[in-house]
């Protein structure tokens, strides 16, 4: 799965840009393109941490587990994303009691805040010391093995959720348009207008 947040400049802002850089060569583009790619650089950080506002996801699980692609606008095409994609991340990276392997309690998750549940057939275990890996595990069979690890929501499926995806995109556009004030100002600063 993929999730993405786009960046852009709407035409009447760009009408007005043209109008404001019409002495500059490829004024409007250039301002544009400066705006947008700002705006995308600041994407991961505000969708990290809007997935850390809704999700119990540790930080580490969290920049492990996930790609991020970004396609910076150009004065060709006046549009940028950056797209998030990745594995899921195992359940014992979210808030999870008890943490400790072999205490006989139940297993209680919580992935998004304010939710939970309780895991009946889970416990806690650590694999071998060569890889040293602790996750929240389940039996498959009647006989002790084989197990399988819960996992939880990938990087992708978090930025994807709306109340995320909105204040990315709000918080980017924002960035975006207040910076293409100033790239507007720079331009005309160094061509005399």
């Known amino acids: 799965m ?8 709407d035409a009447e802002t760009m009408e007005r840009a043209a109008a ?53 606008a150009s004065t060709g095409d006046l549009a940028g994303y950056v797209r998030f994609s990745g594995v899921k991340i195992p359940l014992y990276k979210f808030k999870v009691t008890p943490k400790r392997p072999g205490t006989g309690k139940t297993v209680k998750a919580t992935m998004e805040k304010g939710g939970g549940g309780v895991y009946q057939s889970a416990f806690i275990a650590a694999m071998s010391k060569s890889s040293g890996h602790t996750g929240v595990f389940r039996r498959e069979g009647k006989k002790r093995y084989p197990i399988s690890e819960y996992m939880g929501l990938s990087a992708a499926q978090m930025a994807g ?7 990315v995109q709000e918080e980017s556009q924002e960035l975006v348009n207040a910076r293409l004030e100033h790239e507007i100002e720079r331009l005309l600063n160094n061509y005399g207008g």
């Open 161 to 167: 959720n709306e109340k995320v995806s909105t204040k």
């Open 20 to 72: 404001l850089l019409a002495n500059v060569p490829h004024g409007a583009e250039r301002a544009a393109m400066n705006a947008i790619n700002r705006g995308l650089s600041r994407v991961k950080t505000t969708a990290f941490r809007g997935v850390k506002e809704v999700y119990t996801v540790q930080s580490s699980a969290l920049n492990s587990a996930t790609t991020t692609q970004v396609q910076k």
């Open 2 to 9: 993929n999730a993405g947040i786009n960046v852009s400049i």
